[in-house]
């Protein structure tokens, strides 16, 4: 990981953030990225860390709960900032318009550090302002963003820094990223007491997206969330359910019971919940072909596929891809 030594360095100085959103991003990513620094400041007893949410047209922008977070204005307004945080949920290709891209690539160098949270990599990518560079992106986009942008070295961590450009894979990160801030520039203590305010940890940026959480759910049995992590990481190419028993110690008798004591399903029933959501996913947020999505998903066909989905969902993909 490197880090401008600009931003990520101890200093005294008030930093300020530009914060771009983009319409149909989650209020959980923008107050991630917020709230770490007011709780910081709210601790340090003055505003060592100061921002202002801009918007591509200057307007109120829509969040994917049906709320509107005001704007100080369009991208323009960031100007002056220290640094640039460009926070994108869903449609990244409608919202991130041509004049937006050509927008950030002229005012790019006027930024120490740029960073994406979750598509915001996308984005960044698109403008060209991750060449050469490591970066991440939410893991529903892994595959898809790094064939689209060979360019970029595309890893799945949590979080990424290097050089005057960073990324988050979504909200978690986006909060974790912060509190990494924080503590180059304030301390360890400091982000320990952020971090505290919210009754989280923090988590290293190299570790993977969807690895377990240091402290895993208590009423989840560890031989549940060791097989349930399997499952996971092979949506693709599922195993049966023997082998991921015999993986996590355990025989397929006694996994099932746990499964049905933890879950309320059978291993197998899960596992196949996990390809149909996301299957649905892909649907409803790619131009992936059905028969695509069927192979990205574990199904041996497009027909496999539509039976599943329609038992499970009570309507055919073909009928949410047309909505």
């Not at 983009?22 to 007011?38: F, K, N, T, W, Y």
């Not at 869903?90 to 006027?110: C, G, H, I």
């Not at 986006?174 to 503590?183: F, G, N, R, V």
């Not at 195993?239 to 991921?244: I, K, S």
């Amino acid at each position: 990981m490197t880090e401008s030594a600009t931003i990520f360095a101890p200093s005294r100085q008030p930093l300020t953030i530009g914060v771009l959103v983009l319409p149909h991003c989650s209020i959980l990513e923008v107050a991630s990225v917020l709230d770490p620094l007011r709780a910081a400041n709210r601790h340090l007893g003055h505003d060592a860390y100061r921002w202002r949410v801009v918007s591509p047209d200057g307007h109120p922008v829509p969040l994917t709960c049906g709320i509107e977070i005001a704007s100080s204005g369009p991208l323009t307004a960031a100007e002056g900032a220290d640094a640039l945080i460009v926070i994108v949920g869903y449609r990244q290709s409608e919202v991130a318009t041509k004049p937006l891209l050509r927008d950030l690539r002229r005012m790019a160098p006027r930024f120490a550090l740029i960073a994406g949270i979750d598509a915001g990599a996308w984005v960044m990518a698109r403008a060209g302002l991750l060449d050469g560079h490591r970066a991440t992106v939410h893991w529903e986009d892994f595959e898809d963003f790094a064939s689209a942008h060979p360019q970029v070295d595309t890893v799945p961590d949590r979080w990424v820094i290097d050089r005057s450009r960073a990324s988050a894979g979504g909200a978690a990160p986006a909060h974790d990223l912060m509190l990494h801030l924080i503590t180059t520039r304030h301390g360890a203590a400091l982000a320990r007491q952020v971090a505290a305010s919210f009754l989280t940890t923090t988590r290293d940026g190299h570790e993977p997206q969807l690895a377990p959480a240091p402290h895993p759910d208590p009423r989840l049995d560890l031989r549940v969330a060791a097989a349930v992590a399997r499952m996971e990481a092979r949506i693709d190419s599922p195993e049966p359910a023997q082998e991921t028993a015999r993986a996590v110690g355990l025989s397929p008798r006694r996994l099932e019971t746990l499964f049905l004591e933890n879950l309320g399903l059978t291993p197998a029933a899960y596992a196949q919940t996990l390809r149909l959501q996301a299957a649905r996913r892909l649907i409803t947020d790619t131009r992936h072909s059905l028969t695509e999505i069927a192979l990205r998903t574990g199904f041996s066909g497009q027909s496999a596929l539509s039976r599943a989905f329609r038992h499970h969902f009570g309507t055919p993909p073909s009928a949410l891809r047309r909505t």
